[in-house]
C-alpha cells in the first residue's frame, strides 16, 4: 500500500521557519515527480512547489519563491520543504503529492489532478 506521510507542520509566529517532511512507503518515488500543495480554510487547494525526479527542475509559487525551498533524499524516499519568513497568509494544511511518472525532467505540473498520490496533509498555523 503506498503512502505518503506529512510531518514537521505546526504553530508559528510571523517570521519564523518551519521544516516539513514527506516520507514515502510502499513503492520507491525516487524517479517520479513530487509535489507539495497547500490549503487554507475556505480557500481552493493551491501549488506551492514541485520537484522532478533528480531535483534539477524546481518550480514554485510566486507567492512562496524567495521563501520556501523544496528538496528531496531519493535514497529516504521523502521530500521537504523548507519554510522561512513564514507570514499568516501561509496558514494552511500542507499536502504533499507524486506523480505516476519516471524520470520527468521539463513537465512540472502545477494542477492536482494531475498527481496520482496525496498524503493526509500537516496543519501549519502562522499568529502574527
Known amino acids: 500500500q503506498v503512502q505518503l506521510v506529512e510531518s514537521g507542520g505546526g504553530l508559528v509566529q510571523a517570521g519564523d521557519s518551519l521544516r516539513l517532511s514527506c516520507a514515502a512507503s510502499?513503492?520507491?518515488?525516487?524517479?517520479?515527480?513530487m509535489g507539495w500543495f497547500r490549503q487554507a480554510p475556505g480557500n481552493e487547494r493551491e501549488f506551492v512547489a514541485v520537484?522532478?525526479?533528480?531535483?534539477?527542475?524546481?518550480h514554485y509559487a510566486d507567492s512562496v519563491k524567495g521563501r520556501f525551498t523544496i528538496s528531496r533524499d531519493n535514497a529516504q524516499n521523502t521530500i521537504y520543504l523548507q519554510m522561512s519568513s513564514l507570514k499568516p497568509e501561509d496558514t494552511a494544511v500542507y499536502y504533499c503529492?507524486?506523480?505516476?511518472?519516471?524520470?520527468?525532467?521539463?513537465?512540472?505540473?502545477?494542477?492536482?489532478?494531475?498527481?496520482?498520490?496525496w498524503g493526509q496533509g500537516t496543519q501549519v498555523t502562522v499568529s502574527s
Open positions: 503529492a507524486a506523480r505516476n511518472d519516471r524520470y520527468s525532467t521539463t513537465y512540472l505540473p502545477t494542477q492536482q489532478y494531475a498527481y496520482d498520490y
Open positions: 520537484i522532478n525526479w533528480d531535483s534539477q527542475t524546481i
Open positions: 510502499g513503492r520507491t518515488f525516487s524517479s517520479s515527480t
